[in-house]
């Protein structure tokens, strides 16, 4: 029997944690929400995504590093910019910055410094709290943290959620089907039918492809679209744009072509993917500072609340869960 991946935190005793290695170890945790994914996925699928991509990554980064030890927490709810529609659960930003600065900074308290904080959630309201969080505990308490979801943004599509440059190779999706592809769509539909196909509705074969910028075209709008790494400008206007889209729509892509085996490969390339920037980190090519997302300069966008409060009016946003 191989030795597993893991070691399970929550199954361990204090004793067996206290004997490992610090300068082997290295704690993951999951922290995504509990969120409406269209009419067809389970509330549960960041979550179960996040962790799936971390498998696969540490499974090739134990084959590369096997003097690592994998210690894994159970997954943290606590999520914020979550689907204004019953059944999202919803956090201030603010309370995911401190509940990871305070797991942090106990962490590096018993000497557990290299800290990976796995997502699959694009609201920039929830990645970068976990990027302050983890700037605090480096800076702070000398913790090696680093918000995986930011990493991965800021190296594959420069800010965007689309993954039609990464994934649109694959056999049996075009990159047109992915275009768009932001919550619920093609690749999510896709990744839950492999790995908790009981738990999704078969209503998901029947959802023709709806995106904010058809949305747009429809009221005459310019698209969000734009060829290579959005600008700053534009990134804001997505980011307006996609809050109000998800007040009437529970998904945007184009769920009816999605199959459990693209999400099999889908998992393997993003995992693949982040094996190779954790591996950077780990042997210190990659610095903690070039961990951060595209929109880090412009953090306080998204961490001040009187300035969210300010937005969320002035665009009058509605929402059934805050």
Known sequence: MSEPV?????????????????????????????EVHGPHLPTITDVAEARAIN????????????????????????????????????FRSSTITRTLEDLGRSLCRQGFRNLWVGSFHGGPRHFVPIEVAAHRVNQRHGGRMVSIFSLLLNRLTGGSTDLDQVLGHVDGVSPADLIGDAHAGVVETSIMLHLMGQHVDPVWAALVQRTVDLKLAEAGKAPLATEGRPTVRELFRGFKEKLKYYEDETYSGRPEVADPRLGKEFLDILGGHCADALGELWRGELDLADCHSPVWPYRWAF?????????????????RVW
């Open 55 to 90: 498998v696969r990554a540490m499974e090739l980064l134990k084959e590369r590093h096997p003097e690592i030890l994998f210690l894994r927490l159970p997954p943290i709810y606590v999520a914020a910019d979550v689907l204004p529609h019953v059944g999202s659960v919803m």
């Open 6 to 34: 893991f070691l399970e935190w929550q199954h361990m005793t204090g004793r067996q944690i206290d004997a490992i290695p610090r300068e082997r170890a290295v704690v993951t945790v999951t922290c995504s929400p509990l």
């Open 303 to 319: 961490t001040e609340r009187w300035l969210g409060w300010l937005f969320e009016r002035a665009v009058r946003y509605r929402t």
